[in-house]
């Protein structure tokens, strides 16, 4: 069974940087993609970005370009999203998903249980 | 792509018939999936590739679509269905969300 769990939440103040952790378990993840989506209080889901675990390559929604780095650990079954430059609007939700398929980029069927991220100076 | 979801809110009853419509900006094939969200809960798949029912969903929910027009339909509302629907379409990069739909009790 595809397990990721996320790591802890963070407060950060604007400027900084965050860099929030999705552990996987239950397969063999270095097949698969990973999406990470973020969602600000009350407001919808939003896009940031998705990792090939086997070979590093990301693609990333324009917003986060230059101020995303998604990266992985293939040691640790571990891939990570770190956003810089914070900004107040950036508090949300961060979640990683992934399709749980080899070679697969969709769906997204199983998900992290998100990790909060409070900007507050 | 801009995914247009609408409406963004409903009221309804248990046993009623919903349906969410979502519009994108350019045509994607099948290429869109359904999610529900509860509140402080992750996103859950219902649906993929348009009308693909995700396994252990209940069979109430269906999709539909192609090309630029998508519905989720809900045959018979349920108490645990009330909840946060979003399309997402997966045809190109970047993806994109709709904007949601609440669905709440009348």
């Known amino acids: 069974q595809v397990q990721l769990v996320q790591s802890g939440a963070e407060v950060k103040k604007p400027g900084a940087s965050v860099k929030v952790s999705c552990k996987a378990s239950?397969?063999?993840?270095?097949?698969?993609?990973m999406h990470w989506v973020r969602q600000a209080p009350g407001q919808g889901l939003e896009w940031m970005g998705i990792i090939n675990p086997s070979g590093g390559t990301t693609s990333y929604a324009q917003k986060f370009q230059g101020r995303a780095t998604m990266t992985r650990d293939t040691s640790t079954n571990t891939v990570y999203m770190e956003l810089r430059s914070l900004r107040f609007e950036d508090t949300a939700v961060y979640y990683c998903a992934t399709p749980g398929k080899a070679a697969a980029d969709t769906p997204l069927d199983y998900w992290g249980q998100g990790t909060l991220v409070t900007v507050s100076s | 792509i801009q995914m247009t979801q609408s409406p963004s809110s409903l009221s309804a009853s248990v046993g009623d018939r919903v349906t969410i419509t979502c519009r994108a900006s350019q045509g994607i094939r099948i290429d869109l999936g359904w999610y529900q969200q509860k509140p402080g809960k992750a996103p859950k798949l219902l649906i993929h590739?348009?009308?693909s029912l995700q396994s252990g969903v209940p069979s109430r929910f269906s999709g539909s679509g192609s090309g630029t027009d998508f519905t989720l339909t809900i045959s018979s509302l349920q108490p645990e269905d009330f909840a946060t629907y979003y399309c997402l379409q997966d045809f190109s990069y970047p993806r994109t969300f709709g904007g949601g739909t609440k669905v709440e009790i009348k």
């Open positions: 239950g397969y063999a993840y270095i097949n698969y993609f």
């Open positions: 590739a348009a009308s």
